[in-house]
């Protein structure tokens, strides 16, 4: 198939197919060992990788993104499966926990309950256009669905169709061979069909990265069905910067040029590109700005839709009233960095236009006259994907009142760094108070987002033959157990 062929959306009957195929499998991929299910994704990485000379040309193709970029984020794709796999052969993320029996407990007599996370079943994941790999049909939502033992069945991006379904035949072929049951894995495409499996009863939860309108309709859905599935929502996010007083004295120039980088990389295609910096009212860096701004080439937008959309944000943020230009280039042939500049009062009486995201290659710098306008620019937001205040040591009191602020609105709060770059690990919290996610307490990125495709269970009483394996007394999976005797 050449890179002009049009790939036909998936039919209602092949979509019924594909979820019931899914429904079939859960049971036998939710049993599976840690460790058998370790193996397939290792797996998994393994053929991603052998298949870069095939899959990285095809994103190219279609995504605008460079070879370098594409290369990156395919090693972060298969290292974040193998990552997973790590987390299964440590089994630590079942919690499993055995509270034995207990006649002389203080509030009567206790049974033997034991408690374990288990698969919720199959997973529908969205997949994102801004991160073809990444964030697409091997992405962390896939990966983590898989990881838990849960069946996934994968809406590709309309963006690039051809590499999300040969994406897709590469994982299917590996998992079949490392031993995971037929359906535990299947790519669909077309709009109506994502809305149709979010619908169809055989979904038992949902993943989503993409916009604030799109993913909000498809959380409604979720939310409105006969029996509500959980549906986690990745949906935007202005990441706002704040810079203290001291810290542009101390290495303004410095925070300027790093903060140009940030916003304007990857085109500002980011989730985590930092929308809006706070300085001082003098902090004298407007001609740094703007130089740093002009010298950044132009970049060509993912996709012909995304350009649009930036061109119209980009439109409505610049007539804002109040708001002045630093650095402005033509988006005719590719999108040249927009910085724009004005001050909280503007800001806050123009919210509607200047706090929503703007996907693409923007950034507003806003001035501060007080640490106490500071303060309230800091309470005026919704919720964010991360916030970071760049300050020195001096600043403990005001550092500190700021970060309180923050954290409320964040997932992740930076000191003296920039957003942009998540890293794949288990500390990370990609995720935040609405509208940044649809649901705070969990992330999409890092180890702990296996955390939203399992459920609790508690057995009470229940015959050793009969309990889940990883909760038998002899332990057979050899898996992380807390064990509560009696006193």
């Given at each position: 198939?050449?890179?002009?062929?049009?790939?036909?959306?998936?039919?209602?009957?092949?979509?019924?197919?594909?979820?019931?195929?899914?429904?079939?499998?859960?049971?036998?991929?939710?049993?599976?060992?840690?460790?058998?299910?370790?193996?397939?994704?290792?797996?998994?990485?393994?053929?991603?990788?052998?298949?870069?000379?095939?899959?990285?040309?095809?994103?190219?193709?279609?995504?605008?993104?460079?070879?370098?970029?594409?290369?990156?984020?395919?090693?972060?794709?298969?290292?974040?499966?193998?990552?997973?796999?790590?987390?299964?052969?440590?089994?630590?993320?079942?919690?499993?926990?055995?509270?034995?029996?207990?006649?002389?407990?203080?509030?009567?007599?206790?049974p033997d309950l034991r408690r374990i996370l288990q698969p919720v079943g199959p997973v529908l994941v969205f997949a994102a256009?801004?991160?073809?790999?990444?964030?697409?049909?091997?992405?962390?939502?896939?990966?983590?669905?898989?990881?838990?033992?849960?069946?996934?069945?994968?809406?590709?991006?309309?963006?690039?169709?051809?590499?999300?379904?040969?994406?897709?035949?590469?994982?299917?072929?590996?998992?079949?061979?490392?031993?995971?049951?037929?359906?535990?894995?299947?790519?669909?495409?077309?709009?109506?069909?994502?809305?149709?499996?979010?619908?169809?009863?055989?979904?038992?939860?949902?993943?989503?990265?993409?916009?604030?309108?799109?993913?909000?309709?498809?959380?409604?859905?979720?939310?409105?069905?006969?029996?509500?599935?959980?549906?986690?929502?990745?949906?935007?996010?202005?990441?706002?910067?704040?810079?203290?007083?001291?810290?542009?004295?101390?290495?303004?120039?410095?925070?300027?040029?790093?903060?140009?980088?940030?916003?304007?990389?990857?085109?500002?295609?980011?989730?985590?590109?930092?929308?809006?910096?706070?300085?001082?009212?003098?902090?004298?860096?407007?001609?740094?700005?703007?130089?740093?701004?002009?010298?950044?080439?132009?970049?060509?937008l993912l996709n012909e839709r995304l350009h649009e959309g930036y061109c119209g944000r980009r439109a409505t943020v610049t007539k804002a009233p109040?708001?002045?230009?630093?650095?402005?280039?033509?988006?005719?042939?590719?999108?040249?960095?927009?910085?724009?500049?004005?001050?909280?009062?503007?800001?806050?009486?123009?919210?509607?236009?200047?706090?929503?995201?703007?996907?693409?290659?923007?950034?507003?710098?806003?001035?501060?006259?007080?640490?106490?306008?500071?303060?309230?620019?800091?309470?005026?937001?919704?919720?964010?994907?991360?916030?970071?205040?760049?300050?020195?040591?001096?600043?403990?009191?005001?550092?500190?009142?700021?970060?309180?602020?923050?954290?409320?609105?964040?997932?992740?709060?930076?000191?003296?760094?920039?957003?942009?770059?998540?890293?794949?690990?288990?500390?990370?919290?990609?995720?935040?108070?609405?509208?940044?996610?649809?649901?705070?307490?969990?992330?999409?990125?890092?180890?702990?987002?296996?955390?939203?495709?399992?459920?609790?269970?508690?057995?009470?009483?229940?015959?050793?033959?009969?309990?889940?394996?990883?909760?038998?007394?002899?332990?057979?999976?050899?898996?992380?157990?807390?064990?509560?005797?009696?006193?």
């Open positions: 198939m050449t890179a002009t062929e049009r790939i036909p959306d998936t039919t209602q009957a092949e979509l019924d197919t594909v979820l019931q195929r899914a429904a079939d499998a859960a049971d036998a991929f939710g049993a599976q060992s840690p460790a058998t299910r370790a193996r397939q994704l290792v797996a998994v990485a393994d053929a991603l990788d052998a298949a870069s000379g095939e899959l990285v040309p095809l994103a190219i193709a279609e995504s605008n993104l460079s070879e370098g970029r594409l290369t990156g984020e395919l090693k972060r794709t298969t290292f974040q499966l193998r990552l997973f796999a790590e987390v299964l052969d440590e089994g630590g993320y079942l919690q499993a926990t055995l509270d034995r029996a207990d006649a002389g407990f203080a509030l009567g007599a206790k256009s801004n991160f073809p790999f990444a964030f697409s049909v091997a992405g962390g939502d896939t990966a983590s669905a898989l990881a838990a033992g849960c069946p996934v069945v994968l809406k590709g991006h309309p963006g690039h169709p051809q590499l999300s379904v040969r994406t897709g035949e590469i994982i299917i072929k590996a998992l079949q061979s490392a031993g995971a049951p037929d359906g535990a894995f299947s790519v669909v495409l077309g709009f109506e069909v994502g809305t149709a499996a979010l619908q169809d009863p055989r979904i038992k939860a949902a993943a989503f990265t993409g916009s604030v309108p799109g993913g909000r309709a498809l959380f409604d859905i979720a939310s409105s069905r006969p029996t509500p599935i959980p549906f986690f929502g990745e949906l935007g996010s202005i990441n706002p910067v704040f810079v203290t007083p001291s810290a542009v004295r101390a290495r303004g120039e410095e925070i300027a040029k790093g903060y140009v980088t940030s916003y304007s990389g990857n085109a500002g295609q980011l989730c985590t590109k930092p929308g809006l910096l706070f300085l001082p009212a003098d902090h004298g860096l407007d001609d740094v700005l703007a130089a740093e701004s002009k010298a950044v080439a132009a970049h060509r109040g708001v002045r230009v630093l650095a402005e280039g033509s988006v005719d042939d590719g999108a040249v960095p927009t910085l724009l500049a004005t001050d909280v009062d503007t800001l806050l009486a123009n919210r509607e236009a200047l706090l929503e995201e703007v996907f693409g290659p923007l950034s507003i710098v806003v001035t501060y006259s007080s640490e106490d306008e500071a303060r309230r620019a800091a309470e005026a937001f919704e919720g964010n994907l991360t916030a970071t205040l760049h300050a020195e040591a001096e600043d403990t009191e005001f550092a500190a009142t700021l970060v309180n602020r923050l954290r409320e609105r964040a997932g992740r709060v930076l000191f003296n760094g920039w957003p942009t770059g998540v890293a794949v690990s288990p500390a990370m919290q990609h995720g935040g108070p609405y509208p940044a996610t649809t649901d705070a307490r969990f992330t999409s990125v890092g180890t702990a987002s296996i955390d939203r495709f399992l459920r609790p269970v508690t057995y009470q009483n229940v015959p050793q033959d009969l309990l889940p394996t990883a909760l038998r007394d002899d332990n057979p999976w050899g898996i992380p157990q807390t064990i509560h005797e009696p006193k």
